[in-house]
């Protein structure tokens, strides 16, 4: 299997998409001959044309809001938000008409769309630039949301968000896009969407992360196995729709959970995650499911981040608060440097 | 609307100019006034400073002392005229864009570049010297703009407000509306679009099919004028017209800026993938700095001593900001606590006393 990074992944998929379906368009700003700001679209213009892969004037209601209409008309468009606070300028047509329509029309229309947000923290930027939106958009009937956090994972996401009837929020973690991984691209070897998985098998805990939280998970993981501490890791891959079956499946075998976000922590993903947890599997329970999350602050400046995201050590001590009574040797966990 | 109303709320069918590319004085309109010449000379100056001011930024970039710069070079007509168009009781509202223009309001440099340099979001204090944070979501500010300019004209002050966006920000709803608002409400505010041929990698050709983004202003009755916007003696008389014509009670007015960003849109871009060389060469003759120093030196208001000691004086400045610069700052990360509300709430309390926690358990 080739190594590519979750950008490269995306790119090839958006290049298929395009190559398999020539309903697919792709449009956005800075898309075209710049390949996008992080360089996703890269070449596609070039390869496909102008009339495949094109820049928009600067105004992001005005892309989704045609998008609605072209895909009204037939269309397939995969639009890109540049960055995750810039995508709220559309919200409008995003939580009135995207979410909406199929139900407004009682089914009678569709609409095939997929919204590309690059979102979240982590990489130093201003202002403005790193926000995680995605409860925003779980918390919107009609909305599938869709965060990879491996490049494979990326590559049939997408591929799956293209092809699905319904209008898709796909959120790409900006902190991962430069992160490499074997992928088989060529052959599908699962179906991700909509289908939780289980990243490291465990058997004392089990972690449930989605996004840039996957990676604090896995390296939790990783340093609690060196105390003797076998933690499985479970990724959503898509929050909306929400995989019950594989979450509690992990949680009913392990007994204890700990879920992490990105995210701030108030009414997020994480609360609802914790809360089907809880009432699907009470009495597997042995201590209460626990969040991770980012504090309830507007995303800090670069200078101040690290303080703001949850990072192992903070996965750690909430690991540590789950009541392994039972376990003294797992009192206290080696902590790594901040 | 009679066909005379409309005419005169129209922009002129070319740019204003007083002065061409090579410095030599053009016949303008005689609607607009030529500026003194004790501003234009105090705008060389600042010209001259700003120009150093962005190029160490861009230094300091590559330092890593700043996360990001955007720089304006080539622009500094607009970034001095936007600012030396206003008094001090007049509110700026720039963009990110726009750090020049706020040394030349006379702020701190340093804490100009809290943002970029990331240790805070703001750096200055707003209501202290009149000037909005430096807006990222594009054109949002000129909606605040308008608002600040309502507020100063129900408050009965002879304040102005004026929003700098640029020609991509003139695509964006929020634009629109502020204009709408401010002619329905004969807000006192100038819209000062710096259109600088550039939206990142979008030209202005595939942003908008008007005849020139000042032609925006009329649909919504705000009168509007365009400008060449590397002739500082140009951009200030008009600017200076609009804010007499907003501060006067007569409502908003719209003048769009022919100018070029000459650097790529920050440092972390890659201007090779969407524009020649060829193209920046062509404008690089229409130099703003040169030109008014060129045309000030012709009609004898500037001499070759003051040309140095303008160029001392802009490299003091920098060197003043490359050493405060380089000192390293210790960021309070509890900080991030502190301004959410006015007073924090039950849960802020106890997430500020976890971090602490986990601060004193790393120094321990
Ligand atoms: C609402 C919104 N969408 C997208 C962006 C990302 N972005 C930052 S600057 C920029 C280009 C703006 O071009 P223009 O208005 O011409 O100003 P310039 O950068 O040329 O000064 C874009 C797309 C943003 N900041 N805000
Ligand atoms: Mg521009």
New interface residues.
Partial sequence: MPTVSMAQALNTALRDALRDDERVLIFG??V????G?FRITDGLTRDFGEQRCF?T??????IVGLAVGLAMGGFRPVVEMQFD??A??AFEQIASHVAKLRNRTRGRLALPMVIRVPYGGGV??????CDSSEAYYAHTPGLKVVTPATPEDAYWLLRDAVADPDPVVFLEPKKLYWSKAEAGLERRAAAPFGRAVVRRPGRDATLVAYGPAVLVAMEAATAAAEDGLDLEVVDLRTIVPFDDETVVASVRRTGRCVVVQEAQG?AGVGAEIAARVQERCFHSLAAPVLRVAG????Y?????EH??LPGV??VLDAVERLQFGDRPDVRHLSRGA? | MSAKTVRGLLPSSAPIRFVDESGSAVKAPAKYAAPPDELLRAAYRWMVVGRRFDTQATALTKQGRL??YPSSRGQEACQVAGVLALREQDWLFPTYRDSVALVARGLDPVEVLT???????CGYDPAAVRVAPQC???ATQVLHATGMAEAMRRKGEDGVAMAFVGD??T????FHEALNFAAVFKAPVVFFVQNNQY????PLA???AAPALAYKGVGYGVRSEQVDGNDLVAVLSVLRAAVEHARGGRGPFLVEAHTYRMDAHTNA?DAG??RDDEEVRRWSAADPVRRLETYLRGRGLLTGEDVEAAGVRAESFAADLRARMNADTE?D?????DH?YAEP?P??RE?REL?RA??NA?ES
């Avoid at chain 1, 004037?57 to 005005?62: F, W, Y």
């Avoid at chain 1, 800090?300 to 101040?304: A, F, I, Q, R, Y």
């Avoid at chain 2, 943002?115 to 979001?121: A, E, F, P």
């Fill in positions: 700003e800075d075209g001959p710049l390949g700001v820049d004037p600067l105004a992001e209601s005005g606070a810039f709220y300028p130093g930027g201003v202002e403005h630039h108030f504090f309830d602050v507007p800090p400046p670069p200078k101040l303080a703001h050590d903070r901040a | 996360a990001v943002l970029l340099r990331g240790d805070w979001h990222t979501p594009l991509g920000g695509s964006e709803g929020d939206a990142i990698s979008v595939r942003q908008s871009d993938r969407y960021a990360l509890l900080e991030i606590f959410v709430t849960q802020l997430q971090l986990e601060l790393q």
